[in-house]
């Protein structure tokens, strides 16, 4: 089914269900980190051994999730959200029975599964489901969905924890991924499964050259690169930005971590923003490189050291606000660079370089922190917001303008 002259009722009972997918498979994301302190005494590890833990669910998320696109596109997409959510829920639910550490490991190997299929799966879903003309809106809310999935979760661990302990509280989130299946299941009519027959044969390539060669196309690779810069900026923003800060500007951490809370709270603001941008736009490339260009400035002026502590939130809310703005259009450029019957694949191709710019970077901002070069985190921030804007302007103008029908299944 294609996405021709959708009724707006059915448009957003789909755009709702996959937001709140989304928000999960975030709030999946975070509902345990937050409970590291608790964990660690509890089973006796280091936050060391809980960082391997970490790294291991990022490896199998990004590892699988080019993986989970060919299941969409072979299997249909629909299927493969439900066993993604089957899979956070069962990971999640094994962290809550966890009595040692290796059972920990097990479960968040099996939580990185579940968490690879959702970009694949829920953009294969809105580009098939969602009427072209709202599609901005729908990766707006998508977006949105995943926000809100990450503002919940220390609210929901802490608050459970407190009363029942840790363990509780994960056994409690782990039936929030049943939940959400049974609702999946319920609305069948927003979010069909479709036979396997001819046509769909006909749509996705049948040979592992033609895969490659789809995942090869300069636009496809241009669409990738730009993830894993977008990533390494978020790391150095989101993960060192605090520290950072601190050192090239003596701010107190109170502060800091504020400026860091606007930084996303206009990601949140801007991403809502660009839904209506991207719906009125006809060059979905301008508009995310103005973005990214204008963050890069933001922070540029953060690198000098020149701004008074005052001015320090402000110019980090506007560095999130401008970088969301660009998420609705970013995604509406995948879609124009994917061909007929490969939108899972590629999609999750190209979403799997934010875990491979998560992996690559942190290294280098914390060498850059050891040796009191604060600035050159920001710096470097910049550098790679500069680069995007260079990607983003790669993709040939046949590929803006046309979206590519695909199935929802």
Known sequence: MTAAATPLRQ?????GLIAVAHGL???YQLVVAVLFPL??????????ALGVATAVYYTVSGVCQTLAGFAVDRFGARRVLLTGLALCSLGILLTGLAQSYAML??????????NSVFHPADFAILNARVDAKRLGYAFSFHGIGGTLGWALAPVFSYGLSALYGWHAALLVASALGVIMIGLILANSDAVPGVARGRALAAAVPTTLREDLRVLTATPVLMCFL???????????????GVAGLMALYGAPVALASSALTAFLVGGAAGILTGGYVAGRARRHDLVA?????TSGCAVLLLASGALSLAFIAPMLALAGFASGLTNPSRDLLVRGATP???SGKVYGFVYSGLDVGSMVTPVIYGWMLDRALAAGVFYAVFAVLLLSVATVLQLPARNRAAPAPVHSR
């Open 105 to 114: 490991v097990v479960a968040f190997l099996v939580a990185g599964l579940g």
């Open 11 to 15: 448009d957003v009972k789909v755009i």
């Open 25 to 27: 498979s975030h709030f």
């Open 289 to 293: 490189a103005a973005g990214m260009l």
């Open 340 to 342: 007929p019957g490969a």
């Open 226 to 240: 730009f993830f894993v810069l977008l990533a390494a900026a978020l790391i150095g923003l989101q993960n060192f």
């Open 39 to 48: 964990i660690k005494d509890d089973l006796g590890v280091s936050y060391a």
